[in-house]
């Protein structure tokens, strides 16, 4: 079993926080006002602005969220969220663009920053799509192929540094094209064997390693609210090369496509699919292959549970948002599939794992119709939980 909570989400990261996680002011900060009971004027007022979405439509709206957590890897955790949406210009004809921002920092002295931002401009004239992280962090590495044990994981303890960006240009409405650039570097490596079972054999880049990748990316994108679709299509295909002659130790390169569709079934409910590959070749680092799991697709598996060069996935999902007794509060049912190999032609179903699982919404900003998401994945391997603010995809 392991826990998640991350409020604010672009895109999959590399690295997974696991038995994790319990929001702090949706936790004791509200316990005495579910007992009849009063917190002083100033804690009601900050619990207020946290909670409670008071600006009008169009104008910027800013949060900001301690969390609270523990994790076997980490001991306690301390952290802080905080996500800005805003329509450029005030327009609320424009798209909504999110910046989000996460720290954290535990008592085994692990720490890190995170930024992810989606930012549309006026008119969707171009739009600027990344993610930056820095942070020490465990990672665990169960080795490569669809038929590796769940049990003994190695653990890569590191530093991390990522910066990747997409700065796309309409062409026609709603089809966007642009260059993008990836930069990620592993330092100050240690490769832990576990102290039961096998030992692993050490992977590509297990000593550090540093990528630099060019390309280009083409998006498909109509959708209005992408931390809460009602409607549209999101369809990318992205390419990216890796090279020493421009600073990264090997030559590789990878592509990665994204279609997602979204279909309203009535004015509260939405049934949305998705299907996602990311295809990898050449002298390929371990940290930079491509991983099954996480918060956004398969549900309940470790990001990192598979890796390896080449990986397909999709799922479903049911949205009630929200049930019809209810204002604010919502549900879901999802399901998923995926699988990894190491040549695109050895993909086939017999290697295939599964996923489902259930989720309760809870409407964080009204009037931006944004979800807070508590999700519960089902696998083979156990159930995995998370708490995060949009929907996965």
């Known amino acids: 079993m392991h826990f998640n909570i991350r409020l604010g989400s672009v895109e999959n990261v590399p690295f997974y926080f696991s038995r994790y996680f319990w929001l702090f002011v949706m936790g004791w900060l509200s316990i005495p006002v579910a007992l009849g009971q009063q917190h002083p004027s100033w804690v009601r007022r900050t619990i207020n602005r946290m909670l409670t979405d ?7 709206s800013f949060r900001v969220y301690p969390t609270l957590g523990y994790a076997p890897e980490t001991s306690v955790e301390v952290g802080f969220s905080s996500m800005l949406l805003f329509q450029a210009k005030n327009d609320t004809l424009n798209r909504l663009s999110e910046i989000n921002a996460f720290t954290f920092f535990t008592l085994e002295s692990q720490y890190g920053i995170w930024l992810d931002n989606f ?24 080795g490569f192929g669809p038929n590796t044990s769940g049990d003994h994981p190695a653990i890569v303890d590191a530093m991390y540094i990522q910066a990747r960006q997409r ?61 809460n679709v009602r409607k549209g299509i999101f369809s990318e295909l992205s390419f990216l090369s890796y090279r020493k002659t421009w600073a990264s130790h090997y030559n590789f390169d990878g592509i990665m496509v994204d279609h997602r569709m979204f279909h309203p079934v009535n004015r ?18 371990f940290n930079m292959s491509s991983l099954l799991g996480g918060d956004m697709i398969m549900r309940g598996f470790y990001q990192g549970r598979y890796r390896d060069n080449n990986l397909v996935a999709a799922q ?23 699988a990894v190999a ?14 489902g699982g259930v989720g309760l919404r809870y409407l964080m900003f009204p009037k931006k119709d944004i979800f807070l998401r508590l999700d ?12 995060v603010t949009g929907e996965a995809f």
């Open 167 to 227: 700065l796309l240009r309409k062409v026609v409405k709603n089809f966007f094209i642009g260059p993008q650039v990836d930069f990620q570097n592993l330092y100050n490596t240690r490769f832990e064997q576990p102290a039961d079972g096998q030992p692993y054999e050490l992977p590509r880049g297990h000593e550090g390693t540093t990528s630099l990748g060019l390309g280009v990316s083409v998006v498909y994108d109509n959708r209005h609210n992408p931390l």
């Open 54 to 60: 008071s600006t009008a439509p169009g104008k910027p």
């Open 119 to 142: 930012i549309y401009g006026d008119k969707d004239n171009w739009v600027l799509l990344g993610r930056t992280r820095f942070q020490r962090f465990p990672l665990l590495y169960y």
């Open 316 to 338: 479903a999902e049911y949205r009630l948002l929200p049930f019809g007794f209810s204002k604010r509060i919502g549900g879901t049912v999802f399901a998923s599939a995926g």
């Open 376 to 387: 519960m994945g089902l696998t083979s391997e156990g159930p995995g939980f998370y708490i």
């Open 268 to 285: 509260r409910d939405v049934f949305a699919w998705q299907v996602y590959g990311s295809f990898m070749w050449g002298n390929v680092p």
């Open 342 to 355: 190491p040549k695109l032609g050895e993909l086939n179903v017999r290697q295939f794992v599964y996923a």
